[in-house]
């Protein structure tokens, strides 16, 4: 049985467990989530937090590194990251300004006590790009200061490159720790159907219908910004910048979309993401195959979106106004932090710890939204590979003049 189902399987049995403890044995429920609910679903959520400060620097090296010869980076690499970088920003803009407007954690009637939560003052704005660069890279690590975390490791993976050959040991050895971290995410993915059981059980427990109720409005959320994003920026993309229909573009890239979301891995889908860009979508190979595997690494806009949705709606179910710094701290959060976002399956909760914690959330409200999750990851994924596709397909428009031969993406639809 494949994991996505398993969790799937996990979630309705936890809503079933969690309704039915909740009307009709509450008394029971006490000691069942004391004992076992919480429990298990905390040494879940202990796990994901365990691997935070290793993946971001693993994963932001070797993304930085995978570069390549900045020589060779050229005027396709520029276009490539600063679309990226760009869609990423308005994806969780998107985001975070539709939850905003619907509010998915006001009305779930959560309660939060035995969750100690103090909202601590934000830094301004100013203090907090002064503090990107780390005094010591350690000690960073140590308090889990992931904005530091991060410049420390784009200035690791930007010195691999520039030293080359010198540095391939090194190159190896971060290459194997990421292996590792992924075997590890791997890992503690496998025991995700109980911690999705333990947590919605104990939530749906706890909160009774309010609480379900407020979890599908955040899914509602979240698969509508997805499909704004996909059609809006995307969409946009196509038609404004390469001149093509965006149903031409959707239908030509609708195999590897289908793929993308039973696998819920942009690494595993990249084969035929790339084969169905070059035979659909006709996007040259040389493009093709630069664009689409910094993409597999760097754009991740789905992930950047539930992390927008995410932060604003636990945010809103702890009763904190997030202020214009905080909003804008999470931005730059979010963006950073999917540069360096592995694609496969999970990675994305882990992430969202990293956001939470630079505007001082608590990481415990993960609880929250892990049940419905995993559905949204497949979908995540989709979007994720879609850009990429879109980028490359922009990328090879423009880039027509330049190449050997013409390009055929502006093709008839």
């Known amino acids: 049985m494949k994991l996505s189902v398993k969790i799937i399987i996990g979630l309705v049995l936890g809503v079933i467990v969690g309704l039915i403890l909740n009307l009709a044995f509450p008394s029971a429920f006490d000691g069942i989530d004391k004992y ?12 994901i937090k365990m691997l935070v400060v290793p993946i971001v620097f693993f994963s932001i090296v070797l993304g930085t590194a995978g570069l390549g010869d900045p020589k060779k980076l050229g005027r396709i690499g520029a276009k490539t990251i600063i679309y990226f970088l760009a869609t990423t920003t308005i994806a969780i803009i998107i985001a975070m300004s539709v939850s905003l407007i619907v509010k998915p954690g006001a009305g779930g009637g959560f309660q939060t006590q ?15 790009l002064m503090g990107i660069i780390p005094e010591n890279p350690v000690a960073a690590m140590t308090d889990g200061n992931m904005l530091q975390i991060i410049a420390f490791s784009v200035f690791v993976g930007f010195a691999l490159t520039m030293l080359g050959s010198k540095t391939k040991g090194i190159l190896n050895l971060i290459e194997q720790g990421n292996e590792i971290m992924m075997y590890l995410v791997n890992l503690v993915m496998k025991v995700a159907p109980y911690g999705a059981f333990a947590l919605i059980a104990s939530a749906v ?8 109720k407020a979890m599908a409005l955040y899914m509602i959320v979240v698969v509508a910004v997805l499909l704004i ?4 920026t995307y969409g946009g993309t ?3 910048v390469a001149k093509k229909s965006p149903i031409w573009f959707f239908k030509g890239f609708a195999p590897a979309m289908a793929l993308g979301f039973s696998t819920s891995s942009s690494n595993a889908t990249l084969p ?4 169905t860009a070059q035979e659909n979508l006709d996007v040259p190979e040389p493009i093709s195959g630069f664009v ?7 754009n991740m806009d789905g992930t950047a979106i539930m992390q927008g949705v995410a932060t604003i709606f636990i945010a809103q179910v702890f009763n904190h106004s997030l202020t214009i710094g905080e909003m804008l701290t999470v931005i730059l959060t979010a963006v950073l932090a999917s540069v360096g976002t592995a694609g496969v399956p999970g990675v994305g909760l882990i992430m969202l710890a990293m956001v939470l914690q630079s505007v001082g959330l608590p990481v415990e409200g993960i609880a929250l939204i892990l049940g419905v999750d995993r559905l949204l990851d497949m979908l995540r ?4 590979i879609t850009g990429d596709a879109a980028c490359a397909v922009m990328v090879a428009k423009t880039e027509e003049k330049h190449m050997d031969r013409p390009s055929s993406v502006s093709a008839s639809v």
């Open 36 to 47: 076992f609910l919480t429990p298990v679903g905390q040494i879940f959520l202990k796990l």
């Open 114 to 128: 035995g969750l100690e939560f103090k909202a601590e003052k934000a830094p301004p704005v100013t203090e907090t």
């Open 205 to 212: 427990g706890n909160y009774g219908l309010g609480a379900l």
């Open 229 to 232: 994003h996909s059609i809006i």
């Open 238 to 240: 196509v038609a404004l």
């Open 272 to 275: 035929i993401s790339m084969k």
């Open 292 to 298: 689409q595997p910094l993409g597999a690494t760097i």
């Open 381 to 384: 994924t989709s979007v994720n």
